[in-house]
């Protein structure tokens, strides 16, 4: 009797954390607007606890990162490499380019181009998944940009942004090391030596994901809830263009590629979705003297997640209706 009470008690758990995580955009925009609303709701919450949160959720990717998963980066290399060129040319030009359209402040022009330097969401997984995508090519993407990122990000923000202000290359470079490699190391050791665990463990992932994801956003918007409410509506036109020509600009590579549909939307997603969290966390820890530099990764984590909702569900229905003819 008691085992199936426990089996219904887990059966409810994973049939929340499902919903948690199919609604992951709702949870995030409604996480935003009490934030800004009511900032008091977060900022009891310091801003260094952005870190050790994306560090939970690097740690669950390492987790759920399987050996075939990283079998795709060496046995893709062609479309692997494809997809990280174009995540790490894109991205920094459009934000480079709207900066400059739109004379940006230079606060909020470093804050677009953190989030355009930095690599592919984790929530792209999930996204490309509900697009009818190509989900190995999508986690071989992230998996690639995400080890990539130490080296290139720091770089590109230089390249980009160091006429702007200084950067401290080599402690960006630290920084994701301990917030994203090092918890991803520990997750694939965990996942190797303490397999029971994992997998019980793993289906409850991606819905802690979106919960902690949501606590990030709650964080950076409330402690910048004042200077939101002043300029938010120029940088958030920024922010919506910069997803927007991403996830185009992404998904038109693949077409001139003449790739499969499914590699198409895998690629234009992973482009156009941003680890925005990480950006604010850089923007954190070594931009402080510019605080508006947080605001563009705040933005952009709660609005790519409401855009690739809007794709997923677009493509979803567009490959049921190509289904039935």
Known sequence: METKKEMSADGILKKIC?????????????????????????????TRTINPMLGVIMFGMGLTLSPSDLHIVISRPKEILIGCLAQFTVMPLLALGLSWAFSLPKELALGVILVGCCPGGTASNVITYLAKGDLALSVGMTAASTLLAPLLTPLLVWLLAGTMVNVNTAGMLLSIVYVVIAPIVVGLLCQRYLPR???????????????????????????????????????????????????????????????????????????GMQNSGLASSLATIHFAAYPLATIPGALFSVWHNISGALFARFFAVKSKKDGQR
């Not at 001139?256 to 997603?269: D, N, S, T, V």
Request: proline share 4%.
């Open 18 to 46: 499902n919903y948690i995580s199919e609604y992951m955009g709702v949870l995030v925009v409604l996480v935003a607007a009490l934030s800004l609303g009511i900032p008091a709701a977060f900022t009891w919450m310091d």
């Open 197 to 271: 665990m994992t997998q019980h463990i793993v289906p409850y992932l991606p819905a802690f994901s979106s919960l902690t994801i949501a606590f990030v956003v709650g964080i950076v918007v409330s402690h910048n809830a004042d200077r939101l409410l002043v300029g938010g509506l120029l940088i958030a036109v920024v922010v919506i263009l910069h997803n927007l020509c991403g996830l185009g600009f992404g998904y038109l590579i693949g077409r001139l590629l003449r790739l499969p549909e499914a590699k198409q939307r895998a690629i234009a997603i992973e482009v």
